[in-house]
């Protein structure tokens, strides 16, 4: 059975997204490791947080969990154009928490998705950017829901059923 991961950055509309695509990602026979970053409560991350406290032990677990799984399902509302905080905090520390940089996401199969109170378009973008650069394969695909553009679950079911035929590759 393939496990993919759904990485939540909220605590509102975006983490009932997150919900949504795990529910769907059981009735395809997916399972799924469902992690909301915002509950995590990491410090934020600078040098000389690491250098004082070092590595936190939940950013080690985070990165213990994320580098089992093999496909992603990153839930994130767009903030100012780009990711939340949280989300790029949780991304710094876990590359701090791996060997390499990169072991996180590395040839990882990643899909996007959002729910936005404004367009969502640049928001995903960043986080495109952001997990191509930390090595992940990112699905052309995306979801993009608003309050007035509910979910597709048929785009949603593609996304779930697309990453469990690719990590199972």
Not at 65 to 71: D, G, M, N, S, V
Not at 109 to 131: C, D, E, N, W
Not at 157 to 168: G, P, V
Request: hydrophobic share 45%; charged share 20%.
């Amino acid at each position: 059975m393939p496990k993919i991961g759904i990485l939540v950055a909220s605590s509102n509309n975006n983490q009932k997204l997150g919900l949504k695509l795990q529910e769907l990602a059981l009735k395809e026979n997916c399972e799924v490791e469902l992690i909301n970053l915002v509950d995590l409560r990491l410090p934020l991350y600078s040098t000389i947080e690491e250098q004082e406290n070092g590595i936190p032990e939940t950013a080690l677990d985070l990165a213990s969990k994320i580098l089992e799984l093999k496909a992603f399902i990153i839930v994130a509302p767009e903030y100012n154009g780009v990711m939340p905080p949280v989300l790029n905090n949780a991304m710094a520390w876990t590359s701090r928490a791996t060997k390499d940089w990169r072991d996180a996401f590395n040839e990882k199969i990643v899909g996007l998705a959002t729910h936005s109170g404004g367009g969502g378009a640049k928001g995903l973008q960043a986080m495109r950017i952001q997990f191509q650069h930390l090595g992940a394969n990112i699905l052309a695909r995306e979801i993009l829901t608003t309050y007035e553009k509910p979910l597709n679950e048929e785009t949603a079911i593609a996304m779930i059923n697309t990453l469990a035929k690719l990590s199972e590759a």
